[in-house]
């Protein structure tokens, strides 16, 4: 990671004309992005940016499939799920019918509860890795210049469509091990479990169905 001070010397430019460089870049590819939609930035993501380590930053919530590749967020009813399809979420969400999440661990949980939150760790692996793809190409994103929420999520995005245009194009990192692993040690370890909050009978009727039809020990 190195300071736009360093690229410009690089460069033999101005600090201001890399700056503007990269806004250019990221403007003109935002407009591909309008084009064929590649990935589209959250547009009801703005009520806190206190992260739960206490310090200000843009949370960037994402949907990825087994590819790795970011996908359009989903807003409420506008996405139809299939044959009784979900995503798969951490501790950070709700339990509903199209978002499955994991057993809160009390020290008594049951086989099968065990079974069923190792299987839906196992799943979660892509947006882990995913995330970690995305911070370790583009280490810029731990440390944007600059306060302007506009640019600040106009980068990001960039970074975001670049990632899947990297993915497309089978360019991938030699380290992507280094990186997952320093992304999770960033995060920590998170236990998965079930949202505390009253939730839907047939979210909970779900889970409970996926759980009993899943083999165990394999």
Same mark, same amino acid.
Request: hydrophobic share 40%; with cysteine.
């Given at each position: 990671?190195?300071?736009? $001070?360093? &690229?410009?010397?690089?460069?033999?430019?101005?600090?201001?004309?890399?700056? %503007? &460089?990269?806004?250019?870049?990221?403007?003109?590819?935002?407009?591909? #992005?309008?084009?064929?939609?590649?990935?589209?930035?959250?547009?009801?993501?703005? %009520?806190?940016?206190?992260? $739960?380590?206490?310090?200000?930053?843009?949370?960037?919530?994402?949907?990825?499939?087994?590819?790795?590749?970011?996908? %359009?967020?989903? $807003?409420?009813?506008? &996405? +139809?799920?299939?044959?009784?399809?979900?995503?798969?979420?951490? *501790?950070?969400?709700?339990?509903?019918?199209?978002?499955?999440?994991?057993?809160?661990?009390?020290? #008594?949980?049951?086989?099968? =509860? +065990?079974?069923?939150?190792?299987? *839906?760790?196992?799943?979660?692996?892509?947006?882990?890795?995913?995330?970690?793809?995305?911070?370790?190409?583009?280490?810029?994103?731990?440390?944007? =210049?600059?306060?302007?929420?506009?640019?600040?999520?106009?980068?990001?995005?960039?970074?975001?469509?670049?990632?899947?245009?990297?993915?497309?194009?089978?360019?991938?990192?030699?380290?992507?091990?280094? &990186?997952?692993?320093?992304?999770?040690?960033?995060?920590?370890?998170?236990?998965?479990?079930?949202?505390?909050?009253?939730?839907?009978?047939?979210?909970?009727?779900?889970?409970?169905?996926?759980?009993?039809?899943?083999? +165990?020990?394999?």
């Amino acid at each position: 990671m190195e300071s736009f $001070r360093s &690229v410009a010397c690089r460069f033999n430019v101005s600090k201001s004309t890399s700056w %503007d &460089v990269l806004k250019k870049t990221s403007r003109r590819l935002l407009e591909v #992005n309008r084009l064929y939609g590649i990935i589209r930035w959250p547009t009801e993501h703005k %009520d806190s940016y206190l992260n $739960r380590k206490k310090f200000h930053s843009v949370l960037l919530q994402g949907v990825c499939n087994e590819k790795k590749l970011f996908l %359009d967020q989903i $807003r409420n009813r506008e &996405v +139809i799920f299939y044959n009784d399809g979900h995503l798969v979420g951490d *501790l950070a969400y709700k339990l509903t019918p199209t978002l499955m999440v994991g057993f809160k661990n009390f020290g #008594n949980m049951t086989e099968p =509860e +065990i079974n069923f939150n190792k299987r *839906l760790s196992m799943c979660r692996i892509d947006i882990e890795n995913a995330f970690a793809l995305l911070k370790g190409r583009f280490r810029r994103l731990k440390f944007i =210049e600059t306060i302007r929420l506009d640019l600040i999520s106009a980068f990001i995005v960039t970074a975001a469509i670049l990632h899947n245009a990297c993915i497309l194009n089978n360019d991938l990192p030699y380290d992507l091990v280094n &990186v997952v692993e320093e992304m999770q040690a960033e995060r920590g370890n998170d236990i998965l479990q079930v949202n505390n909050d009253v939730v839907e009978n047939n979210a909970q009727q779900k889970g409970l169905n996926i759980m009993h039809n899943l083999p +165990i020990g394999r």
